[in-house]
């Protein structure tokens, strides 16, 4: 990964707080071409400075009404990998994390209803061999939700 510079954290900040922005309007805030802001996205991204760009999708349109954590504890750290492959194939999850604390692993889910949610626990999570114990956490509101902050030295 090359080195970030001011214009590159320049672009990042105003990127960050609007994805859709047009690169024209980008480079007249930032002084410069449109094709160098076009230039540099393409390495930032390359670079993997920036992971993805796209349309975030409100669970809730899709009649997802349960937002959960849920903490699961395997046998051992060492499935992790193994474990994480079947909890991928679970489309309800949209985060799972190797973590320390009291938890081996946490997982992030959207279910529409408790009914749905108890079959995702029973039958789906505590099902996958290696994990011993699960924790759910379930979200009654999201009261942030941002990208890090990009500093422009």
């Known amino acids: 990964m090359d080195k970030i510079d001011k214009l590159d954290r320049k672009i990042l900040n105003i990127l960050s707080q609007n994805a859709r922005i047009p690169f ?22 390359e670079d993997g400075v920036i ?6 999708v409100n669970p809730k349109s899709l ?11 395997l046998e051992r750290g060492s499935m992790y990998k193994e474990v994480v492959k079947r909890v991928a194939a679970i489309p309800e999850i ?7 604390g009291p938890y081996t692993m946490l997982v992030k889910l959207y279910a529409r209803d408790n009914e749905q949610l108890m079959d995702l626990l029973n039958n789906q999570l505590q099902s ?4 011993v ?3 759910t956490l379930i979200s009654l509101e999201q ?10 030295e």
Request: net charge neutral.
């Open 51 to 56: 992971l993805g760009s796209g349309f975030e």
């Open 128 to 131: 996958i061999p290696g994990v």
């Open 24 to 45: 024209k309007d980008v480079a007249t805030e930032c002084g410069v071409s449109r094709a160098a802001i076009h230039q540099r996205v393409q390495r930032l991204i």
């Open 94 to 100: 949209v985060e799972c994390h190797f973590t320390t």
């Open 63 to 73: 009649e997802y009404h349960t937002c959960t954590y849920v903490g699961l504890n």
């Open 143 to 152: 009261s942030i939700k941002r990208e890090i902050p990009v500093k422009v």
């Open 133 to 135: 114990s699960t924790e």
